[in-house]
């Protein structure tokens, strides 16, 4: 709808906001407007805005703050407008800043799941700045902002509210992240209802939902009432399937804690069914399996747990995988589909972040995020992955600029390449092109060429890696150890770094064998005059085992997962809290 602005030529957006075309048009917008010149007053407030908290044209940003508050994933905490503005104008203008899945507050009423859009438009002869500020909120949101979203017997956030911040959750969270939505059901809900009567049950139910409110001090639990009997609970964090039973225990302690509180009570129990994120992807998948699992968990008898089956997502990743065409890559490209996700690389002994590996994300509109593994290697069979690689470079280098505009600290950036971008003959033109438009100092990026890779003709590696390297460019030897390099080659290549593949680093702790590799590679590769990064590093263990072997820098889940650049962003200005 900013078609209107899009010119970035706007006179004088007072006359505009007169115009017949203008003032309609945003008033009928479902979204939420307001336009603010030069940081300080509202010149135009839509309907919608008015309707939602009356924030007039006139009103002063500064006096906004008493008004409304905005959460946003991104800070982290309430705002005001004016925080927002200055989050957008230091970080992203001016590209808009989308703050997706925030919260606003006024007149003590809340209202999640929006999305607030800030972008910026400069007056022709750039005298003036004009923020528009965007909030998409769904009109029944705010009708009532409270009432639709508890349940009047207990308080508890209901059936809208869970499905509104289950949608929530699965857009913005990572394939990397995880959640389980786990629906649990009274067994014999008809019987104890007899024998108690409906004004004890009721006080029962009550009962159990403020025990289960208790389960929210650990913030990544968030509980939720879906019908009289029947509560689904969100957990985040639940990588594996044990930290799913752990979540499940705490649930059943608080059941049974409540038995001896009354005769009638001892005959309660719950049935569960579990689904999780990211097997199943979307809201409705998530629901259906853990319903599915809820009906299998009641057929086995009571108190039972079943988690929706992983064998089926898997089929689904293959269906994916087979589904996907080298004109759906085309138009990913044509359509930006592809977002970069970045991996910090740190350092020690401090553990700053020195780094960030780029990795390739894909936004598919209708099959969600999908992972590189779902198409890198068919784009290198067909030979679209030098197109990959030039648009990530691109998109990479490009941000390098940005960061260096916009003060953050030098870091330097890791992009994969494939054995097809050493075998083109434009690539090197195209990054040293790429490097220039930029004007991006070729040391601070480094490209990763895995070890098979670099072996299938190691004659013609060794040329556009030294070709590389008089570039300026730095070089790391990807997933080392799991291809089959001759000592000479490795001696002779232009490498860096030597990152150790992360199968090595994982059962470090459980195989001798490997942990004595590891030390082994690790010195290899100081005796060649390459640094070490390890890979894979999940556990505070690997951490201090890999300190005392000297591994130069490490990157795993257990600093930080691939996240996306805003919340990169929030790394790089606060730093990664990290307790060995
Ligand atoms: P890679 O280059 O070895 O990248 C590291 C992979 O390990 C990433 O998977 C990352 O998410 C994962 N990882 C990082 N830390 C941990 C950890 O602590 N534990 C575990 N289990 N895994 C960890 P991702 O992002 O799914 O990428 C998979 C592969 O896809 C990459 O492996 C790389 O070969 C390829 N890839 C990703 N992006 C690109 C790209 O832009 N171009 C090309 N050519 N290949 C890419
Ligand atoms: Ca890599
Ligand atoms: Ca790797």
Not at 251 to 271: C, D, Q, R, T, W
Request: aromatic content about 8%.
């Amino acid at each position: 709808m900013f078609g209107i602005f899009g010119n970035k030529k706007i006179a004088d957006i007072d006359k505009e906001s007169e115009s017949l075309l203008f003032k309609p048009t945003i008033n009928s917008s479902h979204d939420a407007v307001i336009i603010i010149r030069d940081r300080k007053s509202i010149i135009f407030s839509n309907h919608l805005m008015k309707k939602l908290k009356m924030i007039k044209t006139g009103t002063l940003v500064d006096d906004l703050e008493d008004i409304i508050l905005f959460y946003t994933p991104v800070m982290k905490d309430w705002s005001s407008l004016d925080d927002l503005l200055d989050y957008h104008d230091k970080v992203n203008a001016p590209e808009t800043t989308m703050f997706v899945g925030s919260k606003i507050k006024f007149d003590k009423k809340e209202i999640d799941g929006l999305s607030i859009q800030i972008s910026t438009v400069t007056s022709e002869d750039n005298d003036t700045i004009f923020h528009i500020v965007l909030i998409h909120c769904p009109l029944e949101k705010i009708n009532d902002a409270r009432d639709i979203y508890h349940n009047a017997l207990t308080g508890l956030p209901n059936q809208n509210r869970a499905y509104a911040d289950i949608s929530i959750l699965t857009a913005n969270t990572s394939p990397e992240n995880s959640f389980a939505v786990i629906i649990m059901e009274m067994d014999n809900f008809a019987k104890i209802r007899s024998m108690a009567g409906y004004k004890e049950m009721n006080d029962l139910i009550i009962l159990i939902a403020n025990r289960l409110k208790e389960l929210s001090k650990d913030e990544r639990f968030k509980v939720y009432q879906l019908l009289h009997e029947n509560f689904l609970i969100v957990v985040k964090d639940t990588q594996t399937i044990n930290d799913i039973y752990e979540a499940t225990d705490k649930i059943n302690a608080i059941i049974e804690s409540l038995k001896g509180m009354n005769p009638v009570y001892k005959h309660i129990g719950f049935s569960m069914g579990v689904s999780r994120y990211p097997q199943e992807l979307t809201l409705d998948e998530l629901l259906n399996g853990a319903y599915n699992a809820l009906s299998r968990a009641k057929e086995s008898g009571e108190g039972q747990i079943v988690i929706s089956s992983a064998e089926k997502t898997e089929k689904k990743k293959l269906q994916l995988k087979d589904m996907i065409t080298a004109s759906d890559i085309k138009d990913a490209l044509e359509n930006e589909q592809f977002l970069l996700y970045f991996q910090p690389i740190i350092n020690q002994p401090h553990f700053n972040i020195a780094g960030a590996e780029v990795l390739i994300r894909w936004k598919h509109p209708e099959k969600g995020m999908i992972f590189p593994d779902s198409f890198i290697p068919l784009a290198e069979r067909n030979g679209m992955i030098v197109d990959i690689t030039t648009y990530m470079l691109s998109k990479a280098l490009k941000q390098m600029k940005n960061w260096k505009t916009f003060g953050f600290k030098p870091i330097e950036l890791s992009v994969n390449l494939s054995a097809k971008d050493l075998d083109s003959d434009e690539f090197l033109p195209n990054l040293q092109a790429l490097l220039n438009k930029y004007d991006i100092e070729p040391f601070r990026l480094k490209c990763e060429v895995t070890e098979t890779a670099s072996m299938i003709n190691p004659t013609l590696t060794h040329k556009k890696l030294q070709a590389m390297k008089n570039m300026g460019i730095k070089i790391s030897l990807d997933d080392f150890g799991t291809g089959y390099s001759s000592f000479a080659y490795l001696a002779d290549f232009p490498i860096d770094s030597l990152k150790i593949d992360k199968s090595f680093i994982q059962d470090m702790n459980t195989n001798e064998k490997h942990k004595n590799i590891v030390s082994s590679m690790v010195k290899l590769a100081h005796t060649l005059g390459m640094n070490v990064i390890a890979e894979g590093v999940e556990r505070k263990s690997d951490v201090k085992t890999l300190m005392e072997y000297g591994t130069d820098f490490f990157q795993g889940y257990f600093f930080s997962k691939p996240i996306p650049l805003l919340e990169f962003q929030h790394l790089l200005k606060n730093g990664i809290d990290v307790k060995i």
